[in-house]
């Protein structure tokens, strides 16, 4: 199958990451940060949240570890959410949803619970990206979050994806079908395809020589 790459999903402002030349509300209160007694917030997301605060001089460098946190917990970044976020950062949720709207692999709408991200950057799509993110997003429907990203840093197993966060690649087309299989039966993605089953170059060398 051969793709047209403008039929590559873009919003209308031509980017293909959603609400970022939405503006402000200034007719809204400004924003404060949440008050501790009335945000619950469970006490494993505070824990994890505070453990990335902990590592930081500043705690505002925890911001996006916290974020990933509350989005692993609720799926998203909900507005409870980044409220969550922001009552144990003593930050208010306007400084974390900057933060969550600029970064690509936060979510700022609800989604499928399994996540597909097709590379689309160059190496990738001189090998046939644009034709696996299609065939992706046909097999997928909307039983999977599947997005185009730009180089996710593993160009010597293009055309590749992150699957859940495994890397898989070299992609066929077939494979599309394979990863949604997997997926639904709740089995491991592609085991062969998986970058961290790939053997380093010097352990190869030992073994062969
Ligand atoms: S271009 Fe796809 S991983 Fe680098």
């Not at 400004?30 to 009335?38: G, I, M, N």
């Not at 993110?133 to 293009?158: P, Q, S, W």
Request: hydrophobic fraction near 40%; proline fraction near 7%.
């Amino acid at each position: 199958m051969s793709i047209d790459p403008l039929q590559v999903k873009r919003y209308a402002h031509g980017s293909r990451v959603p609400g970022w030349d939405e503006s402000n509300d200034l007719s809204k209160d400004p924003s404060v940060v949440p008050d501790a007694a009335t945000t619950p917030v469970p006490a494993h997301v505070r824990t994890a949240i505070e453990a990335q605060m902990a590592k930081y001089p500043d705690i505002r460098s925890a911001a996006i570890p916290a974020l990933k946190v509350v989005q692993g917990e609720h799926g998203w970044c909900s507005p409870t959410a980044i409220e969550q976020a922001a009552c144990v950062m003593r930050l208010t949720p306007a400084y974390l949803t900057a933060v969550a709207t600029f970064y690509d692999m936060f979510e700022l709408a609800p989604k499928p619970e399994h996540d597909v991200y097709v590379c689309t950057n160059i190496s990738c799509s001189l090998l046939g990206a644009d034709d696996i993110y299609a065939t992706m997003k046909a097999v997928a429907g909307v039983k999977v979050n599947v997005r185009a990203f730009e180089c996710l840093g593993a160009c010597d197993i293009a055309p590749m994806a992150s699957v859940n966060g495994q890397y898989v690649g070299p992609l066929t087309a077939e494979d599309c079908t394979t990863i949604v299989e997997d997926l639904e039966a709740g089995r491991e993605v592609l085991p062969d395809k998986q970058l961290r089953r790939r053997k380093a170059a010097s352990i190869h060398w030992q073994e062969n020589s």
